[in-house]
T-cell receptor, first 117, second 112 residues
Framework: QQQVKQSPQSLIVQKGGISIINCAYE??????FPWYQQFPGKGPALLIA?????SEKKEGRFTISFNKSAKQFSLHIMDSQPGDSATYFC????????????????FGQGTTLQVKP | NAGVTQTPKFQVLKTGQSMTLQCAQD?????MSWYRQDPGMGLRLIHY???????DQGEVPNGYNVSRSTTEDFPLRLLSAAPSQTSVYFC???????????FGPGTRLTVL
């Protein structure tokens, strides 16, 4: 059972355009939603994260939009650049449970973004 | 500060062979994890550890063993490699439950 579903699997955007990647989750106990960016041959690195008490978080050209009632969240990359070409993973975790919680991350399937010059 | 390091970068095994993927971190992180990355499947948790001497299973633990004798090292053992274990393996660490998780550069494993 895939707890976090990510779409699309791949995305091609022109330079300067907006890239949008969507994720949906099932477990309402999730309380931490990070996005990771992975360049070819490298390990994933944290890009931006949000908690469900806010509906939007923006860091530079990257914005997470969060819809708690729909159990969905999305990554928007404004003014997309060729250097943004990478694989993006959404994830979900439960950070604020009781003792014994390890904050395990459950990842989506990944989206390969190509930004054309 | 090297962060999370993994060796080897590439490995080819024959079915039935055994090997150990090495992972080390120099950030004094308590939490360490192993993931495998397969096309269309995202990153799936194999095993994790919340401190030296403590390990537990993740989503896909079958065919893999781990141990954590020190805070720094978290090796992943394949006892009898199978073609289904062909994948890219990532080790990750974080200081505590609510801290950022850092990934190593990965090991690409092919089992023939």
């Amino acid at each position: 059972q895939q707890q976090v579903k990510q779409s699309p699997q791949s995305l091609i955007v022109q330079k300067g355009g907006i890239s949008i990647i969507n994720c949906a989750y099932e477990n309402t106990a999730f309380d931490y939603f990070p996005w990771y960016q992975q360049f070819p041959g490298k390990g994933p690195a944290l890009l931006i994260a949000i908690r469900p008490d806010v509906s939007e978080k923006k860091e530079g050209r990257f914005t997470i939009s969060f819809n708690k009632s729909a159990k969905q969240f999305s990554l928007h990359i404004m003014d997309s650049q060729p250097g943004d070409s990478a694989t993006y993973f959404c994830a979900a975790s439960m950070l604020y449970l009781g003792s014994g919680n390890t904050g395990k991350l459950i990842f989506g399937q990944g989206t390969t973004l190509q930004v054309k010059p | 500060n090297a962060g999370v390091t993994q060796t080897p970068k590439f490995q080819v095994l024959k079915t039935g062979q055994s090997m150990t993927l090495q992972c080390a971190q120099d950030m004094n992180h308590e939490y360490m994890s192993w993931y495998r990355q397969d096309p269309g499947m995202g990153l799936r948790l194999i095993h994790y550890s919340v401190g030296a001497g403590i390990t537990d299973q993740g989503e896909v633990p079958n065919g893999y063993n781990v141990s954590r004798s020190t805070t720094e090292d978290f090796p992943l053992r394949l006892l009898s490699a199978a073609p289904s274990q062909t994948s890219v393996y990532f080790c990750a660490s974080k200081a505590g439950v609510r801290d950022t998780q850092y990934f190593g550069p990965g090991t690409r494993l092919t089992v023939l």
